[in-house]
């Protein structure tokens, strides 16, 4: 089984450009989260979906981001427009809806740099 | 979310168990223990998890203290590729996973 797909694998913009992050889950799985890595610091945590709602958006850091999730399968994050400190390395995660103590499992990352 | 303390860095030689200690001393009921590491700059990687028993699993062992305000995960015989950094984390639920600075593991030959 296909673990959880990000694409792409890394992407370089310039400041003032939009760039649109894919995440595919595991099929199966109804949550869908993101996270990031920014330069020297720990990974923090953006939004959750459960299935195409947003259960949880505390975590992003302004009105550039938008993260969408049609239909329930595939989620996009789109940043627009970029800007310098949005560099670092975007986490996709998912996992299946399951008592208490489920796990998420990632995805390699988008690794974003913004010149 | 529960806080978690973890020593910043730890030694291993190869072939050695590794034990990574893990203080979670303001744990809820029904909040759950989680292990992920992360190798490099590759995403988290689900290690184990448990709630008040010790758990087993092939990649390695969660040893759980009983009043749950500790835990100790157990890398059998740890390998070169088992140097990662690892995280000990603890939620409830479809809760976010709030990582901290984790333990930096370094295997030996």
């Known amino acids: 089984e296909a673990g959880v797909t990000q694409f792409p694998s890394h992407s370089v913009i310039e400041k003032g450009q939009t760039v649109t992050l894919r995440c595919d889950p595991i099929?199966?799985?109804?949550?869908l989260y993101w996270y990031r890595r920014v330069m020297g610091k720990e990974i923090k945590f953006l939004l959750h979906f459960v299935k195409e709602s947003k259960q949880d958006e505390s975590g992003m850091p302004n009105n550039r981001f938008l993260a969408e999730r049609t239909g329930g399968t595939y989620s996009t994050l789109k940043v627009q427009p970029a800007e310098l400190e949005d560099s670092g390395v975007y986490f996709c995660a998912s996992s299946q809806v399951r008592g208490l103590g489920n796990e998420q499992f990632f995805g390699p990352g988008t690794r974003l740099t913004v010149l | 979310d529960a806080k978690t303390t973890q020593p910043t860095s730890m030694d291993c030689a190869e072939g050695r168990a590794a034990n990574l200690p893990c203080n979670h001393s303001?744990?809820?009921?029904?909040?759950?223990v989680y292990w992920y590491r992360q190798i490099h700059s590759q995403g988290p990687q689900y290690i184990i998890h448990?709630?008040?028993n010790n758990e087993t699993n092939e990649m390695a062992s969660l040893i759980i203290t009983e009043d749950r305000k500790s835990s100790t995960l157990i890398l059998p015989h740890a390998t070169l590729r088992d140097t990662a950094v690892y995280y000990c984390i603890v939620r409830v639920g479809f809760q976010k996973l709030v990582f901290g600075t984790g333990t930096r593991l370094l295997v030996s030959p």
């Open positions: 303001t744990i809820s009921g029904n909040e759950y």
């Open positions: 099929s199966g799985h109804d949550n």
């Open positions: 448990g709630l008040k």
